[in-house]
């Protein structure tokens, strides 16, 4: 079908007003934590020459000028992508740290969903098929201790299972393999980069390394996705077409695959679409016990050193991210279903 271009105008225009107030309470929200950002960038200086040092840093970093100046040259650098340099990361622009953090934060929950989503549509179309019997029982009750379960215990959990066995998953890559192979960071994202460079060595091992943390975040949508399509298809087998095809004697297999399967798509993509930005904050939280790299240690060494630049955007990023899924989600949902209209 065809999509309305008045839609696509409206939903950009929301996002950007939703992007430019998340800006705002963010810049100010930052500043207004502990920790001076121009005592960081100026080195932590100590002596007669400190509050000098101090001074001009912040004259550097504009913190010397109004809130409201502040805030809109800092509004006009980040549309532009003008953010300048990390004060974490000296040397560093702030666009290229958040880009290589933001990629290997993406391949991690990309993994997790590979591996949630085929087992939560297997499991809540066999679960309604056999709803009332043992299996469904079964599968109810831990989809909903699945959907529960916190992923930074489960995440501790795997970690310290892993530990017993002395099987080594912290980390991204091992740090001896990268130096013994000469792998560099391109995008960030190591199995990508590894495959660039011919170095199957690094991608095995940094992808062994993804497994257990993939597990972690993939328990969520599991649970979730399992019990949506449990509820849909078992709904879906009470519609009087399917009715109809099994009274015309239409194969049980035919009926569930060409009917049943199609008829849940464009509410699983939905759904699959909205809790993937969900499970990205996740991937955060797990990226910090296993110590890989990504947007959770990003986040948690601007808040040590009081990156304010760091941290408005990675919050700012979140949300711009969240807003192009959800976008994203309801074309595909049009493409997909004639039947919604935007």
Not at 112 to 131: E, W
Not at 299 to 327: E, P, R, S
Request: proline share 4%; net charge positive; with cysteine.
């Amino acid at each position: 079908m065809t999509i309305s271009l008045n839609y696509i105008f409206k939903r950009l225009i929301l996002a950007f007003c939703v992007v430019v107030g998340v800006l705002v309470f963010s810049y100010v929200l930052i500043l207004a934590t502990p920790g001076d950002p121009a005592v960081k960038w100026a080195g932590n200086p100590r002596g007669p020459g400190a509050v000098k040092a101090i001074q001009l840093a912040r004259e550097e970093l504009g913190l010397d000028k109004p809130i409201y100046v502040q805030i809109a040259v800092f509004m006009y650098n980040f549309f532009t992508g003008n953010l300048g340099y990390c004060i974490a990361y000296k040397g560093q622009h702030v666009v290229q740290v958040m880009i290589t953090s933001f990629m290997s934060t993406f391949e991690l929950t990309l993994l997790a969903y590979v591996i949630s989503v085929p087992l939560a549509l297997y499991l809540g179309l066999y679960s309604a098929l056999k709803r009332g019997g043992i299996f469904d029982n079964i599968v109810q009750s831990a989809s909903v201790v699945l959907a529960s379960t916190p992923t930074y215990w489960l995440a501790t959990l795997l970690l310290l299972v892993f530990t017993i066995l002395k099987i080594s998953v912290y980390g991204t890559a091992s740090p001896r393999l990268i130096a013994e192979t000469g792998f560099n960071t391109i995008t960030g994202s190591y199995l990508l980069d590894s495959v660039l460079q011919g170095n199957m060595q690094v991608f095995v091992d940094s992808f062994l390394r993804m497994i257990p943390p993939a597990l972690a975040i993939s328990i969520y949508p599991i649970g979730a996705l399992t019990r949506l399509v449990r509820v849909l298809v078992a709904k879906s087998l009470l519609e009087d077409y399917v009715k109809a095809s099994i009274a015309l004697g239409v194969e049980r297999g035919t009926i569930i695959r060409y009917f049943v399967v199609r008829s849940i798509i464009p509410s699983l993509v939905q759904v699959s679409g909205l809790s993937f930005t969900y499970s990205l904050i996740d991937a955060m939280v797990v990226e910090a016990v296993f110590g890989r790299r990504g947007l959770g240690s990003l986040l948690i060494g601007a808040l040590n050193t009081a990156d304010f630049k760091i941290a408005v955007t990675l919050i700012a990023f979140i949300a711009i991210f969240y807003i192009f899924v959800n976008t994203l989600v309801d074309i595909l949902q049009a493409l997909i279903d004639p039947r919604v209209r935007l």
